[in-house]
């Protein structure tokens, strides 16, 4: 079993920034990847970024060049550094991890509001 929770959400003005954090606990040593997904009212959840046990990421076009992934593998925690925020980012964000052949683990989310 592994427990996500997520901390960092909140209200930002355009152009701002926030730094999102996932903290894992419980079979840690056994995730390969984690990622962040977000989901807004009425749409589908979608792909932020991953990153995986050797430190290859992946971007959602929407995050390149203004998101950052990474993990520190000595807190067992992940982070997403959100810079140049927009309106279209509003969502909650959610945190997940992957373990072969089990089912993915997912955090409660935390809401990212950006306006004015």
């Known amino acids: 079993q592994v427990q996500l929770v997520e901390s960092g959400g909140g209200l930002v003005q355009p152009g701002g920034s926030l730094r999102l954090s996932c903290a894992a606990s419980?079979?840690?040593?056994?995730?390969?990847?984690m990622g962040w997904y977000r989901q807004a009212p009425g749409l589908e959840r979608e792909l932020v970024a991953t990153?995986?046990?050797?430190?290859?990421?992946n971007y959602a076009d929407s995050a390149k060049g203004r998101f950052t992934i990474s993990r520190d593998n000595a807190k067992n925690t992940m982070y997403l550094q959100m810079n140049s925020l927009k309106p279209d980012d509003t969502a909650v964000y959610y945190c997940?991890?992957?373990?072969?052949?089990?089912?993915?683990?997912w955090g409660q989310g935390t809401q990212v509001t950006v306006s004015s």
């Open positions: 997940k991890a992957i373990i072969p052949l089990k089912f993915p683990y």
């Open positions: 419980g079979s840690v040593g056994s995730i390969t990847a």
């Open positions: 990153v995986t046990n050797g430190g290859i990421t």
